[in-house]
């Protein structure tokens, strides 16, 4: 028996066919019905023979949205409806799909919303995604497949997702959502001024979109941060798209703090809200290095001179070390001599041994806004005085400049000045032979002997008395001992100048003999020399001694003072065997055995 | 008579045992297909060796032209084989090619997501169908095409010659 049961079953086995039963073609058979399908293809007969019928094949079929482009960019808009509308009723009078006890009715209720929404072109495109999905996965035969899930598929699918896109029931999650929104992002979100439209447009409307995931890119896009109004960054799009929605949503990260920062905190009026907001809803920001970038924000510090009260401070700087704060408030908040009892006060004498003084005393005394005059009456009531200089060394100075007589006093580096007016008189006349100078020589002069009047001056009685008592006040009487030495100088004052001009053999050989030829040239002291026309040269201009007088000592040895009738005169001393001129210096060998006589006539003549 | 036991006992359950192979060669897929028809007993494909496609609907002797071609694909999923019996390896889902169907057009240029199956050999010229769906716009690297679909589907067919 059991021998007859497996034969039987070998048989069955042998005879039953691996494949289901099907019709075969052979390949003449193939290609009489390829060249036939295209002859009278829908393709054929919609764009070529214009069938409607074959058009609306078209459509509903795998190519719906190539047709319906192709089919309707020549119609009106009246008849681009109607076939719209057409296409819905076929749609739903597919009994394949509407009486598929294996839709839900949310499902075909969804395909009925397509009939009640005629009045905008192509929404039969708009098929649900769960009807889609729910047709894929009952593994219908092919042609379904092909017919149903392949949407969308074409280039031109962006167009009508984007119109999709839009739809209202985008919001019941009804239309595929996150496909629409990822290729209107792809083919439309090209730059940070597309991000409006797609936001409040398309993602707004896709319940199950990946917000976070997008907006994590935006940052990435074209543009981005191009366009901040520095005043009011929270105007940008910027804000409005990735940074608000992600502050709302609670996605505040490390990353996006450090980029909002850097992007939206463009003024000190922004760090209140990028605190409140975003710093203090991140959990893994490092908090203490975004308090130190944020000192570099535009314009900190530059309004804080209310220090405790402004935004700096409030916000950024009390997270600071208490020494650091000091820093700040000094840069911030001491501008003015005023500023300074506040400082020492109630800042910096809470600071104790972290904070260096004498630092402060310095910057103090180096502030632009200082006033450096020097009142000796009231400089020691001043206020810089009482917190600066007197817990410095200091010292008080006097130089004298012409008819000036300068006291200075000095501490940590910087100097409070006054002056007084010296009382100079006449003493006597001098002249000193120098090299000519710029102007001097284009006029063809070599050297020219300078003319002076010396005056005598000294300080009033009254001055020096005041200064007295400053010192006495300011508790340097060493230093009014050396000042009084400097309350008498000299002042010389240039009358004019006698130009000395080359030999005319040697102006071209630009080499001067030891006797050169000489012309008078007065010019006086009010007129400039580039001005002056009252040269006169005159070869034959010849001087003699006036006089010889004796001048001292130069050098150790004695001096004398040739005086010619010309008005010139000369020092000149013999030391070493050889003569010196008192401008010239040595006057040269040939010279060595002469008398004084014979050397004033020669520098007379 | 043992021995006849054993040759149909191993008849019976053989294609439960043979382990499936993925056809992973384009070279030798495209060889494999070429004047060949796809059947099931649903429908047939028939690929011409100029790229043209003949759909054969059986239950209404309907026929549909259209283009083939084949691709490299990476298939991406997000759960597990709903086929009981099979789950390719990571290795098979990269990279490999993949058979591109599309019906009622003319030209490749006409679209970015079409219907693709992959090929796995059962037993002689029975072969399991890894259906998705794949966009030939953006090519991963190397011009292998993204595969991305959640939901998989896999149908058995029988490959033979198109008969002169």
Redesign the interface.
């Known amino acids: 028996m059991l021998k007859h049961y497996v034969y039987i079953l070998a048989l069955i086995l042998l005879l039953s066919p691996t494949a289901p039963y099907a019709k075969k073609l052979n390949l003449a058979e193939v290609k009489a019905k390829l060249t036939k399908i295209k002859s009278n293809s829908p393709h054929t007969l919609c764009i070529k023979q214009h069938k409607v019928e074959s058009c609306v094949d078209l459509i509903i079929g795998n190519d719906k949205d190539i047709y319906f482009n192709e089919i309707t960019k020549n119609l009106n808009l009246q008849k681009q409806m109607a076939l719209s509308n057409y296409l819905i009723e076929y749609v739903l009078k597919d009994k394949e799909i509407l009486t598929d006890e294996r839709l839900t009715n949310n499902e075909k209720n969804s395909l009925h919303a397509l009939h009640f929404e005629r009045n905008e072109y192509g929404l039969v495109e708009r098929i649900p995604k769960r009807l889609l999905d729910k047709v894929y996965s009952l593994n219908l035969k092919s042609s379904n497949f092909f017919k149903y899930i392949s949407t969308p598929k074409y280039h031109r699918k962006s167009t009508f997702l984007i119109k999709s896109a839009m739809q209202k029931d985008n919001t019941e999650n009804e239309v595929f959502g996150t496909l629409i929104a990822k290729t209107y992002y792809k083919n439309r979100v090209n730059n940070i001024s597309s991000l409006p439209v797609f936001f409040d447009k398309v993602l707004s409307m896709c319940t199950l979109c990946d917000r976070r995931e997008y907006i994590s890119k935006f940052h990435k896009l074209p543009g981005y941060g191009k366009n901040i109004v520095a005043g009011l960054p929270r105007t940008s799009i910027e804000y409005k798209y990735i940074f608000k929605p992600s502050i709302s949503a609670g996605w505040v990260n490390k990353s996006l703090s450090n980029r909002y920062q850097k992007l939206l905190v463009t003024n000190v009026s922004e760090i209140p809200y990028f605190i409140d907001s975003v710093l203090s809803t991140c959990s893994n920001c490092d908090k203490p290095s975004t308090y130190r970038n944020l000192v570099k924000t535009n314009g900190f510090g530059s309004k804080a001179r209310n220090f405790f009260e402004s935004i700096e401070y409030n916000y950024v700087l009390k997270h600071f070390p208490y020494h650091e704060i000091v820093e700040k408030y000094f840069d911030y908040a001491v501008s003015f001599e005023s500023d300074l009892p506040k400082f020492f006060n109630t800042v910096l004498a809470k600071c104790q041994q972290r904070c260096d003084s004498q630092a402060y005393y310095k910057k103090i005394l180096q502030l632009p806004k200082l006033n450096l005059n020097l009142d000796i009456e009231k400089f020691r009531n001043r206020l810089i005085y009482q917190y600066v200089v007197k817990h410095l060394p200091y010292n008080i100075s006097a130089y004298s400049s012409e008819n000036t007589f300068s006291l200075r006093l000095s501490a940590g580096g910087q100097s409070f000045r006054t002056s007084f007016s010296g009382i100079c008189e006449y003493n006597y006349a001098t002249s000193s032979r120098d090299s000519a100078s710029f102007f001097q020589a284009m006029r063809g002069a070599s050297e020219a002997i300078n003319h002076y009047d010396v005056y005598s001056c000294k300080l009033p009685q009254t001055a020096i008395n005041r200064i007295e008592k400053f010192t006495q006040v300011m508790n340097s009487q060493s230093d009014f001992n050396k000042i009084v030495s400097r309350t008498h100088w000299s002042r010389s004052e240039f009358k004019y100048a006698t130009l000395i001009y080359p030999e005319p053999s040697q102006i071209g050989t630009n080499s001067y003999s030891d006797a050169p030829s000489r012309s008078s040239s007065s010019t006086s002291t009010a007129s400039s020399s580039n001005t002056s026309n009252s040269t006169s040269k005159s070869p034959t201009n010849k001087r003699e001694i006036k006089r010889i007088v004796s001048n001292g000592r130069v050098s150790n040895v004695p001096s004398f003072r040739v005086e010619c009738t010309g008005g010139s005169d000369h020092v000149i001393y013999h030391k070493n065997g050889t003569w010196y001129h008192g401008f010239l210096g040595k006057m040269g060998n040939k010279f060595n055995t002469w008398n004084k006589e014979r050397v004033g006539a020669y520098l007379c003549k | ?1 043992k021995l ?2 054993s040759f ?1 006992a191993l ?2 359950f053989s294609s439960h045992l043979l382990a499936k192979t993925l056809i992973d060669n384009k070279n030798d897929l495209k060889r494999l297909i070429v ?1 060949q ?1 796809l ?6 494909f ?1 690929f ?1 060796e100029d790229g ?1 496609l ?6 209404n ?5 259209g283009l083939w071609f084949i691709k490299q694909a990476t298939f991406n999923y997000d759960s597990p084989s709903p086929y009981q019996d099979f789950e390719p390896t990571k290795q098979e889902l990269k990279g490999k090619p993949v058979i591109c ?6 030209s490749k ?7 693709c199956t992959r090929l796995y050999q059962e037993e ?3 072969y399991l169908a890894h ?1 998705t ?1 794949c966009n030939l ?1 953006d090519p991963v690297e190397n011009e292998v095409i993204h595969c991305n ?1 959640t ?1 998989r ?1 896999f ?1 058995s067919y ?1 490959l ?1 010659a ?3």
């Open positions: 008579m006849l036991l149909l008849s019976l004047n028809r059947t099931s007993n649903l429908e047939h028939y011409m043209t003949l759909y054969q609907e059986l239950d002797e309907n026929f549909t032209s169907i599309a019906v009622n057009v003319t240029e006409e679209f970015s997501w079409l219907p002689g010229n029975l259906q769906q716009d679909w939901r589907v149908f029988r033979n198109i008969e002169e």
